[in-house]
Structures are given as structure tokens and as C-alpha cells.
């Protein structure tokens, strides 16, 4: 069971960076206080990898056949990655590192699912997207209501915090049922451990990084999105949640800060305002091409010196 | 259903409603001082009023405390909160200048000379006047009721009324031959703090209209 600790070191860095997108926008606000949404938060990341996290840890099961030994080197390449990536400050996306890292795999066992790996590509590409389509027709379909329902001020103040409540339990939920493939699909794929198993110890990591290291993230992610108007950001935090699930229900894992940025997009389109600059999209775009080659390369590196023998002369 | 998890903001609300009716009492006070102290200056019934207009303006000022205490302890949220901390601090800058009105009165001595009693009656009754409507207009704001954009126009029109009264009374009180220089200069001052009610109004009332623009999505 220790082989299984590099899956849970990667379940705590998800669920410690990836918190900031879900809760973020509610706590770096103040709308809500951080123990009451990080506990939220929590619980409702393990409901969703335990009800709806089967699919994405099937999708990333079938993308290669990993001995346990290649498992964890996947998981600890996967962690090394979102660790430099995280240096060279680029947007971090688990899953790109963890596929590029069973990709890397792959190649040595020299068996590929192209078919598999083309769905999930195509997922990356289709997050910040499909966020920000929904984000748009979000925000045209819930501005026609808020500005014609009557309503005090006060009562808007409480519908909208409410929603961000909502809205950030289901942005859990999705979080969970989507990204737990992320930290423990690897060692199913490996016959390790049970898809439930997975999805648990999965679900109790991701939540475990929120509870311990979530917070300075999100005091720093978190202001940056609070930067809109709480309308927009109930309209972003929705999207999110929305995408993440609809790539739940396909079966694949997809990255919640692109997600976050798509939403954030799709408000900018709305309003007609620059809310994300050119630079932030060549970041992003840098981040799709590198984080799963570098975490290829180093799954391929730590496969090699893993093999590398002492031979007396 | 909710309105458990929400006790600060109700409690918010029923506060600014309470500051809506003390801003009123001010009002009322404030009139009949100066009613008084055109009708007989001096008297000690002036000196209650001003007293009673200093009460209420002390207990508006209590309020604004309390809501203020209980907005940074996170009631609402912060985009709300600072709109009508915003207002708040906007519509108490009336009480103020009421309430300096009244005091320029009794410890400058100052008496309204009989030539301009009737401007001075009609620019006060038009301040106030405008300063109810900035009541009735902050509260279908807070209710989100219609009607504010007529109110916004007759305070804007109230405004340049007050503006022309307030310049008749600044020019006559320089043409008058009758009139000591240091008492034209004291007058004069009042007269300006008067007007400044109704700009004051207006700067409100523009600022609730900016408020719900802003508050559409």
C-alpha cells in the first residue's frame, strides 16, 4: 500500500491548488468564511469521487496497461511536473500532467489507446471553450430573470450567496467525480486496487489538500477572480461546475483552473470588457503543450534511472 | 425560508430603516427651528429645537456605527456592502450640514433680515422637500421599487431652483446698503451652507441611480 502514497501526494496537491478555483471566489470574497467552505468543499469532493468518479478513472484505465511499478512512477512524474510547472508559474492542470505521464509509460511499453488519448486532447482544448459557452448562456439566461424578479436588495444579497453556496458544493462535487482518475486512475489501470478503492482514497486525498493547504492558494487565485462582480462570479463558479460535470459524464478528467479562465472568458465576451489579456492565453496555450511533455519526459527519466544498476569495475 | 442564515443582513436592514426615520425626525426638527428663529429669533423654544436636531443627529450617527460594525463583521457581500456604505456616508452629510446651519444660527447670532425671509422660506422648503424625496427614493432603491428616476428628476429640478434662489439671496445680500460688511459675509456663509442641502441631494440621489444601473446585469 506505501506505492500508493504518490497517488495520495498528488490527491493533496489537486485538492490544495484546485480548491481555489471551486471555493475560492466565495472565501477570498468573504461570503463565506474558510472552514465552513473548505469542510463543504470536502465533503462534497468525496461524495462525487465516490458516486461519479468511475468513468474518468475507467477513460484513464484504458489508455495503456501500467505494471504497479510504472503506476507510481506515473504518479510521482505527475506530481514532480505540477510541482515545476508550478515553479515556472503556468497554469497547472493534474490531468494534462497525469495523462502525459501515461503517455510517457505508454511509449516504453510501447502500447498506446490513440483512440482514448485523441478523447481526452480534444477535452483539453474543448474546457475553457465549452466553459465559456456556458458561462455565456448562463449569464444571458440568469441576467433575464435577476433583472425582471422583483426583489430588495437584500434579497438579491441572499440569492446570490446562496447560489455561490450551491453553486460551489456542486463545483465540489464535479471537482471530486471528475479529477479523483487523476490521483488514483493509475493504480486501477494497474490492478492495484478496486475503482471504489479508488475513488475513495482518491476522493479523502483531493479533500485532505483542501482541509491543510488550500488556503494561501486561494488568497491568491481567489482575488484574482473576485475582480468581478458577485453576479459574474456566481455565473463563473456555475460554469465551472457545469463543465467539469459534463466532462464527468463523458469519462474525462479535465482541468479545473482551465475551466475557471473559459468562464471567465465567456463574462468578458458578455460584457465586453478584457478580462483575460493575451498574455493569460499564451500561458495557457504554453501550459496544453508543456505540462504533458514534461511530465512524458519525466516519467520516461524516473523509468530510466529506476532501471539504472550499480556494476562494480 | 433562509432568513436564519442571514441575521446580520436583516439586522442591517431594519437599521437603515431606523436611520431613514431619524433622518427624518432631523428634518422636522430642523424646519420648525428655523421656522422659529425667523418668526422670533433668539428665543429659547429655537435653542430646544437645535438641541433636539443635534439629539437625532447624534443617534443617526450611532446607527451608521452599528451598521458599519456589522458590515466588517461580513454581513453582505463586499460589493453591497460598500454600495451602501457608500450611501450611507453620502445621505449623512445632510444631517451635518442641517445641523451647522442651526449652529451658525445661534452662535453667530445671526437674525434673517425681513427683505430675505421669503427667499430664505422658499429655498428651506425646497432643501427639505428634497431631502424627503431622497428618503422615499432610498427606500424603493433598498425595496427595489419604480419611481426613483421621477424622484432623481424632481430633485435635480429642485436643485436648480435652490441654485438661483441661493445666488438672488448671495446678490441681494451685496447690493443692500443696510447691512454690515461682517454681517453680509456671515449671512452669506449661511446661505451657501443652505444650498449645499440640496446639492447634497442631488449628489445622493444621482448616486442611488448609478447604484441600480450598476446593480443590472
Same mark, same amino acid.
Given at each position: 500500500?506505501?506505492?500508493? @502514497? ?155 450567496? @446562496? ?151 | ?62 446607527? @451608521? ?119 453680509? @459675509? ?32
Amino acid at each position: 500500500m506505501l506505492s500508493l @502514497l504518490g497517488g495520495v501526494f498528488l490527491g493533496w496537491s489537486l485538492g490544495a491548488n484546485d480548491a481555489s478555483n471551486i471555493i475560492g471566489t466565495a472565501v477570498s470574497s468573504k461570503m463565506m468564511r474558510f472552514w465552513p467552505a473548505a469542510l463543504l468543499a470536502s465533503f462534497f469532493v468525496i461524495v462525487g469521487a465516490v458516486i461519479s468518479g468511475q468513468a474518468g478513472i475507467e477513460t484513464l484505465k484504458g489508455l495503456t496497461t501500467l505494471s504497479v511499478h510504472q503506476a507510481v512512477i506515473t504518479s510521482i512524474a505527475a506530481a514532480v511536473t505540477v510541482t515545476i510547472m508550478t515553479v515556472m508559474a503556468l497554469p497547472v492542470s493534474t490531468s494534462q500532467s497525469v495523462v502525459g505521464a501515461i503517455l510517457g509509460m505508454g511509449i516504453l511499453n510501447n502500447q498506446l489507446n490513440f483512440s482514448g488519448l485523441g478523447k481526452v486532447v480534444l477535452c483539453w482544448v474543448g474546457t475553457p471553450v465549452g466553459a465559456a459557452i456556458i458561462a455565456v448562456l448562463l449569464y444571458r439566461i440568469m441576467g433575464f430573470f435577476y433583472n425582471r424578479i422583483p426583489m430588495t436588495l437584500f434579497n438579491s444579497d441572499h440569492i446570490l450567496r @446562496l447560489g455561490l453556496i450551491l453553486s460551489a458544493s456542486y463545483g465540489a462535487y464535479a471537482l471530486g467525480a471528475n479529477n479523483v482518475a487523476n490521483v488514483t486512475g493509475v493504480f486501477v489501470g494497474a490492478g492495484m486496487i478496486s475503482v471504489l478503492t479508488a475513488a475513495i482514497i482518491g476522493g479523502i486525498s483531493i479533500a485532505f489538500g483542501i482541509l491543510t493547504f488550500s488556503r494561501p492558494v486561494m488568497e491568491t487565485v481567489g482575488k484574482k477572480i473576485v475582480t468581478l462582480e458577485p453576479f459574474s462570479a456566481l455565473v463563473v463558479s456555475l460554469a465551472l461546475a457545469m463543465t467539469i460535470h459534463l466532462y464527468t459524464l463523458v469519462g474525462v478528467p479535465v482541468s479545473s483552473s482551465q475551466a475557471v479562465i473559459g468562464g471567465v472568458m465567456g463574462i468578458g465576451i458578455v460584457k465586453g470588457v478584457n478580462t483575460v489579456d493575451i498574455s493569460v492565453l499564451k500561458r495557457i496555450f504554453l501550459a496544453w503543450i508543456f505540462t504533458p511533455v514534461v511530465a512524458c519526459s519525466v516519467a520516461l527519466l524516473i523509468s530510466y534511472a529506476s532501471r539504472l544498476r550499480y556494476i562494480p569495475l | 425560508m433562509f432568513s436564519f442564515l442571514f441575521k446580520k443582513d436583516t439586522r442591517v436592514e431594519e437599521l437603515i430603516y431606523s436611520y431613514l426615520d431619524t433622518f427624518r425626525q432631523i428634518l422636522e426638527n430642523f424646519d420648525k427651528a428655523l421656522a422659529c428663529c425667523i418668526a422670533r429669533p433668539r428665543c429659547e423654544e429655537f435653542d430646544f429645537l437645535m438641541e433636539r436636531t443635534h439629539k437625532y443627529e447624534s443617534m443617526a450617527d450611532d446607527i @451608521l456605527d452599528k451598521v458599519n460594525n456589522l458590515m466588517f463583521g461580513k454581513a453582505l457581500i463586499p460589493d453591497f456592502r460598500s454600495d451602501i456604505m457608500n450611501l450611507l456616508i453620502s445621505l449623512d452629510k445632510i444631517p451635518n450640514h442641517l445641523e451647522r446651519t442651526l449652529f451658525m444660527i445661534r452662535y453667530q447670532r445671526l437674525e434673517i433680515p425681513g427683505e430675505f425671509v421669503n427667499d430664505v422660506e422658499d429655498i428651506i422648503r425646497i432643501s427639505l422637500e428634497s431631502c424627503e424625496l431622497l428618503a422615499q427614493q432610498v427606500e424603493l432603491f433598498l425595496k427595489d421599487k419604480s419611481g426613483r428616476r421621477s424622484l432623481m428628476s424632481t430633485i435635480d429640478r429642485n436643485e436648480s431652483h435652490c441654485d438661483h434662489i441661493e445666488r438672488r439671496i448671495i446678490a441681494g445680500i451685496f447690493e443692500s446698503g443696510e447691512l454690515e460688511p461682517f454681517f453680509k @459675509l456671515q449671512f452669506k456663509e449661511l446661505i451657501v451652507n443652505i444650498g449645499d442641502i440640496t446639492d447634497q441631494a442631488d449628489r445622493v440621489s444621482k448616486l442611488i441611480n448609478i447604484l441600480t444601473l450598476k446593480r443590472r446585469v
